[in-house]
């Protein structure tokens, strides 16, 4: 019935699947929740049981396996996947309207019409990274996907996204996964006991950092923001928290998480001081300290606000780091 490498969500996908059975899911979705909560994994999986030999998403077969290589794959008959490009990290026109990835782009892809009782299916990955020409000629196959077709729209920022792209879906909103199954997933992948508090505690029910890489470099992040939080100098402690300029990914994208992490730790000074639990056990001795400093909150959340609403106009992520750091004592 459905893949069981796949975790959780267990309600939202038996209600897309009724829906979808009974004819009644819309042609246009927008599949919206925390980053690396499977989104983008139940998407693939409504395509995936069409081509599956048993018509199930049995997860065994050679129709299934299509879905799992890795990378995943772009296109398949019934699956069209399109992701941003690039540094700047945009969905292009070239891929919407001209050849670049598909004959046709995704608008001559979605008009060809599926064999009876099939479906098309067109994913679309940060689509808050939709802008501008891009998004305006996709308008009118969202406000009106041909027969069989359906469009779904991923993203971990429909705030980002433009409006007039977010009216013509219908919305389907992911929550969190537990702590248990997103480490039930880890596990699976080769992460032991002992990570395991830490892991759960950044991961917030996600499984964004199930590469050891990025899990090292938050951890790194955060022990750098408490490290200036105590007073050390930005020049020896703030090095996690500096984008990489050889990075793939664009510079802004990459200030996002270190942004977003200490405002998590700064929720949990407030909750220390009001008696609370921290979410992030595992740093509680640092947040303790803190907590118990004169250390003012407000200031360094609102910058870091002023700084998430900025993101994408501030080229310079360095002075934007100094300024909180300093807030933070
Ligand atoms: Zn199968």
């Not at 395991?196 to 996600?206: D, I």
Request: with cysteine; aromatic share 6%.
């Amino acid at each position: 019935m459905f893949d069981e490498r796949l975790i959780g969500h267990h309600a939202l996908r038996e209600k897309l699947l009724t829906r979808l059975q009974a004819g009644k899911l819309a042609g246009s979705l927008l599949f919206a929740g925390l980053d690396g909560i499977g989104k983008r994994r139940i998407a693939l999986e409504l395509a995936q049981r069409e081509l599956c030999f048993k018509r199930s998403a049995c997860g065994a077969c050679g129709g299934c396996q299509a879905f799992w290589t890795d990378p995943l794959p772009t296109e398949l008959p019934n699956l069209l996947r399109i992701a941003p490009e690039g540094k700047a990290g945009i969905i292009k026109v070239g891929a919407i309207r001209d050849s670049d990835l598909v004959e046709g782009g995704v608008i001559g892809w979605a008009a060809m019409a599926p064999p009876p009782r099939c479906h098309r299916w067109i994913l679309i990955e940060d689509a808050h990274r939709l802008h501008g020409a891009a998004a305006n000629m996709l308008l009118k196959t969202l406000e009106e996907p041909p027969p069989g077709t359906h469009l779904i729209l991923i993203t971990h920022r429909p705030d980002a996204m433009l409006q007039t792209i977010r009216s013509r879906c219908e919305r389907i909103a992911f929550a969190p996964l537990s702590g248990a199954e997103t480490w039930a997933v880890a596990l699976a992948q080769g992460w032991v006991e002992s990570d395991r508090e830490a892991w759960t505690a950044l991961s917030a029910g996600s499984l964004r950092y199930l590469d050891r890489d990025a899990f090292n470099r938050a951890c790194a992040q955060v022990e750098a923001w408490l490290g200036l939080a105590g007073g050390a100098p930005f020049r020896e402690a703030a090095g996690p928290l500096i984008p990489d300029r050889n990075a793939d990914q664009a510079l802004s994208e990459q200030l996002r998480q270190p942004l977003e992490l200490l405002l998590i730790l700064l929720n949990d000074v407030g909750r220390l001081r009001a008696g609370g639990v921290p979410f992030m056990g595992p740093w509680g001795a640092g947040l303790g300290r803190l907590a118990s400093s004169s250390a003012n909150l407000k200031a360094p959340q609102d910058l870091v606000h002023q700084a998430l609403r900025h993101l994408t106009r501030n080229p310079a992520p360095e002075p934007v780091l100094r300024a909180i750091a300093m807030s933070l004592r």
